[in-house]
């Protein structure tokens, strides 16, 4: 869900900084098209530069040659006119402008246009200067006044709506994040649930309705496939015992017919071992099916497991075991009492396949060691040999695929994979966690670890 969280996030992030940048270029953009413009306009030639360059020119009682030809190749002209408002110097001047003027036509053209020039002036001892530019080169605001209180307050009200519009981009990004979870997280949940292999009824209403009927239907496609598998391996398993039983007792009593052949004896009992490793693998087979689909019911109770190790270890030891391999048990103090509540047939069941990991894997012998220790939550068994191990990436396989495991048996004992894919069913039935060490030449090592039943 996190993981989910986190693409929207990067999504809706992504569109922010995009917004961000688009403002950033499009300043840009407006800084690269009129800065020329405005140095240009507003550099030595402007009409407040211009005017105070000629005004200091006429003060000295003539224009200077190198004023003259700014004037020429800007095409602006001017006029000085005394208080009467007559024309008593000009530069440039063209046939159209009047050189007479009244108080009303001063006051007029002062702040805006003389046929159609933009005019500027500048109040001097001698009169009035006067500029003009060319036509269409400035467009004047003849009424440009405005509030003092408005211009101050100007740069503030930029700044805080710049200020509101981040801020409300971030509410959207935050709002809509947090719908598109909201919405999203009940049809996570139900993928994640389906991948487990369990099947899911989600209800939702509105836009996401079709992917939410979609997620049903493949629940349903997937627990028919489920069911069906299930009941064939049960159906399978069910019509290979009969068989196997016969074959096996068969085996049996030619192995023990003292009338055949030792050859004859020998590879009944082969036959026999052998049959008794596939029932033993139809079994596990069986048993890892109803786990797995949870059609196997557990039957929890307090177990201690300092007694059901022990147990465990009579019986293997009374069963008989090679003499090459020998089992060593080692319960710790502080888990002498420890107790979980767990079905006790299927725990034993998986430390037992366990230790025939070892014992089929060392043929040349081993020890087996059956450890238990607790903390103050949980409860650890730790199945261990000191045998030939595996390799790095075999124990990979090994976690990542226990069931396809190839076996390294020549008689093709398969019970390796199988047999640790049923553990991790069991382990995983009792909400507990299972640990794999092995090196090769150094030993294979297993921890299964459970919580304390609370008592």
């Not at 710049?162 to 949940?189: C, G, H, Q, W």
Request: hydrophobic share 45%; aromatic share 8%; proline share 3%.
């Amino acid at each position: 869900m996190k993981a989910f969280g986190k693409y929207i996030s990067k999504y809706l992030l992504s569109f922010f900084a995009f917004a961000l940048v688009l403002l950033l270029i499009n300043i840009l953009a407006f800084a690269l098209t009129f800065s020329g413009i405005v140095s240009k306009e507003y550099g030595s030639v402007s009409p407040a530069n211009m005017l105070e360059a000629v005004a200091a020119d006429l003060s000295a009682s003539c224009i200077s040659e190198e004023r003259s030809q700014e004037l020429t190749h800007n095409q602006i002209w001017a006029m000085l006119l005394d208080a009467s408002g007559r024309c008593i110097w000009e530069a440039f001047l063209p046939e159209e402008i009047p050189t007479q003027y009244t108080i009303q036509d001063v006051a007029v053209f002062s702040k805006g246009y003389l046929q159609d020039y933009p005019v500027f002036v500048r109040n001097m001892d001698n009169g009035l200067l006067v500029l003009g530019y060319p036509k269409d080169s400035f467009m004047k605001l003849t009424g440009n006044y405005f509030p003092v209180r408005a211009i101050r307050l100007f740069p503030l009200f930029v700044t805080s709506i710049l200020a509101i519009d981040i801020l409300l981009l971030f509410l959207v990004y935050y709002f809509s994040k947090r719908k598109i979870s909201k919405n999203t997280e009940p049809i996570m949940a139900s993928i994640k649930t389906l991948s487990a292999g369990k099947p899911v009824d989600l209800s939702i209403r509105g836009e996401l309705s079709e992917i939410a009927d979609s997620v049903n239907q493949a629940s349903q496609v997937l627990s028919r496939q489920n069911q069906a598998r299930a009941n064939w391996i049960s159906g399978v398993s069910h019509d290979i015992r009969t068989p196997l039983s016969m074959i096996m007792g068969y085996a049996q009593r030619i192995a023990g017919d003292h009338g055949a052949s030792e050859n004859i004896q020998q590879e009944a009992e082969i036959i026999r071992v052998q049959s008794a490793k596939i029932k033993d693998l139809v079994q596990d087979l069986n048993l890892v099916s109803q786990l797995e689909y949870e059609m196997q019911p557990l039957h929890k109770e307090p177990v201690r497991l300092s007694k059901l190790l022990r147990s465990y270890a009579a019986d293997l030891l009374n069963a008989g075991i090679s003499e090459k391999h020998t089992v060593e048990v080692e319960i710790s103090s502080e888990a002498e009492t420890a107790v979980i509540d767990c079905d006790a047939r299927l725990i034993s069941r998986a430390i037992g396949n366990l230790v025939q990991n070892g014992i089929n894997h060392n043929p040349q012998g081993c020890d087996i060691f059956l450890l238990l220790d607790c903390s103050s939550e949980n409860v650890s068994i730790t199945v261990a040999d000191n045998g030939v191990g595996m390799s790095v990436e075999k124990l990979r396989e090994l976690e990542e695929k226990p069931h396809y495991m190839e076996s390294t048996d020549e008689r093709l004992d398969l019970r390796h994979g199988l047999g640790l894919l049923l553990v991790m069913q069991i382990v995983k039935a009792h909400d507990g966690t299972i640990k794999i060490e092995s090196a090769p030449q150094n030993g294979y090592k297993t921890v299964l670890t459970f919580q304390k039943a609370s008592l």
